[in-house]
Antibody, heavy 117, light 108 residues
Framework: EVQLVESGGGLVQPGGSLRLSCAAS????????MNWVRQAPGKGLEWVSH????????FYADSVRGRFTISRDNAKNSLFLQMNILRLDDTAVYYC??????????WGQGTTVTVSS | ETVVTQSPATLSVSPGERATLSCRAS??????LAWYQQKPGQVPRLLFY???TRPTGIPARFSGGGSGTEFTLTISSLQSEDFAVYYC??????????FGQGTKLEIK
């Protein structure tokens, strides 16, 4: 079964940091580009970041560029998102998503990040 | 950035009836348009890519169409499990693209 499982979410104060992880299984992880997509409470979907097959190329939404870093470990079938200088408006469910032809065909169950003082 | 606008925000339809959801892009995205379904408390599910291509497992009562800036998602005969929020997503601006704000399909 194709599966993505996120972890690492939690409650953090403004200005703090968190590292999200996503464990992939059921497919050849190294052959797919990967993304993070988030959803603020009661809101729509927002693309956050993309990483290439090898991890060499990374892209970010303007709202997180310079604060978030995406990475991957193909040997461990894992995707990561290092989030620094967190802001109140970073509060969201963060989804790990497999990319298929520009779309997102497999999603994890999400991990909740709450930024609050 | 290409802005994606969905209409209506909420659509009330009776089971068994037909529902048509619209999505408009602020500039042409060709057919680089996807639709997702999200039920309450669940993860988004890919319904269409390439504007009209259904992934394996998506029922035939769902159909997608359009190109350029105007797109539609049609559900021919609504089943109880179809009531959800639907998002369109343009991925012509790669990577990532932009999502519409969603259309909530509710039971009338």
């Amino acid at each position: 079964e194709v599966q993505l499982v996120e972890s690492g979410g939690g409650l953090v104060q403004p200005g703090g940091s968190l590292r999200l992880s996503c464990a992939a299984s059921g497919f050849i992880f190294s052959t797919y580009t990967m993304n993070w997509v988030r959803q603020a409470p009661g809101k729509g979907l927002e693309w956050v970041s993309h990483i290439s097959l090898s991890g060499t190329d990374t892209f970010y939404a303007d709202s997180v560029r310079g604060r978030f870093t995406i990475s991957r470990d193909n040997a461990k079938n894992s995707l990561f998102l290092q989030m620094n200088i967190l802001r109140l408006d970073d509060t969201a469910v963060y989804y790990c998503a497999r990319e298929f032809d520009g779309t997102f065909d497999v999603w994890g169950q999400g991990t909740t990040v709450t930024v609050s003082s | 950035e290409t802005v994606v606008t969905q209409s209506p925000a909420t659509l009330s339809v009776s089971p068994g009836e037909r529902a048509t959801l619209s999505c408009r892009a602020s500039q042409s995205v060709g057919t680089n348009l996807a639709w997702y379904q999200q039920k309450p408390g669940q993860v988004p599910r890919l319904l269409f890519y390439g504007a009209s291509t259904r992934p394996t497992g998506i029922p035939a009562r769902f159909s997608g169409g359009g190109s350029g800036t105007e797109f539609t998602l049609t559900i021919s005969s609504l089943q109880s499990e179809d009531f959800a929020v639907y998002y369109c997503h343009q991925y012509n601006d790669w990577p990532g693209g932009t999502f519409g704000q969603g259309t909530k399909l509710e039971i009338k």
